[in-house]
């Protein structure tokens, strides 16, 4: 299973910017997806999840200002973040659980990361 991100880059504070993460391979299904965050010098932090049912948790720090989306035809999860501030500068790293047509348990996996910049 393969998790590609895409989306990051340079905003000013006060701008927007909107992940993807697409999920391939081996997928019979996939249950929680989330993004995570790591800034340097610092442990890496969930951002915001969503299960396949559509229910959603987000960090204090994010609430009212991300909107984290998942579209289960295309195994793809997207981050929608607005109102960016310095302080959300860090990699952001797509999570998710996902079951293979052979297996009956779930299992973690991570993509590779976005850095994500917001410039003061």
């Known amino acids: 299973v393969q998790l590609v991100e895409s989306g990051g880059g340079l905003v000013q504070a006060g701008g927007s910017l909107r992940l993807s993460c697409a999920a391939s391979g081996d997928i019979s299904s996939i249950n929680r997806m989330a993004w995570y965050f790591q800034a340097p010098g610092k442990s890496r932090e969930l951002v915001a999840s969503?299960?396949?049912?559509?229910?959603?948790a987000y960090a204090d720090s994010v609430k009212g200002r991300f909107t984290i989306s998942r579209d289960n035809a295309k195994n793809t999860v997207y981050l929608q973040m607005n109102s960016l501030k310095p302080e959300d500068t860090a990699v952001f790293y797509c999570?998710?659980?996902?079951?293979?047509?052979?297996?009956?348990?779930?299992?973690?996996?991570w993509g590779q990361g976005t850095q994500v910049t917001v410039s003061s």
């Open positions: 999570n998710a659980k996902v079951r293979g047509f052979r297996e009956l348990a779930m299992y973690d996996y």
């Open positions: 969503i299960t396949n049912g559509g229910n959603t």
